[in-house]
């Protein structure tokens, strides 16, 4: 069963940075799709950044040039770099696992993030 335990969110003022860890257990992570998700208050989940086995990445429009995301294949490890934070950005952000080869999926329970203006 694979696990994914999210940590790095908090409060932080408009302009800040935070970095968020998803660190995957259970699985081979080498098979994986990671991604971050984000829900705000009221809204749905969205795709935040998307990274494959490879290194390839896909952002959404709203953070590019803001957010990086990366991954450690050595420590099983997804992180989300988030600069100049805005209000906006604040929500939950989960991590999620997409199996390539089974079409399993799999998320974190979730880390909040709060910008203050």
């Known amino acids: 069963q694979v696990q994914l335990a999210e940590s790095g969110g908090g409060l932080v003022q408009a302009g800040g940075s935070l970095r968020l860890s998803c660190a995957a257990s259970?699985?081979?992570?080498?098979?994986?799709?990671m991604a971050w998700y984000r829900q705000a208050p009221g809204k749905q989940r969205e795709l935040v950044a998307r990274?494959?086995?490879?290194?390839?990445?896909t952002y959404a429009d709203s953070v590019k040039g803001r957010f990086t995301i990366s991954r450690d294949h050595a420590k099983n490890t997804v992180y989300l770099q988030m600069n100049d934070l805005k209000r906006e950005d604040t929500g939950v952000f989960s991590c999620?696992?997409?199996?390539?080869?089974?079409?399993?999926?799999?998320w974190g329970q979730g880390t909040q993030v709060t910008v203050s203006s």
């Open positions: 999620n696992a997409l199996n390539v080869g089974s079409s399993m999926q799999y």
């Open positions: 259970g699985g081979m992570f080498g098979l994986f799709i």
């Open positions: 990274i494959d086995a490879g290194g390839g990445t």
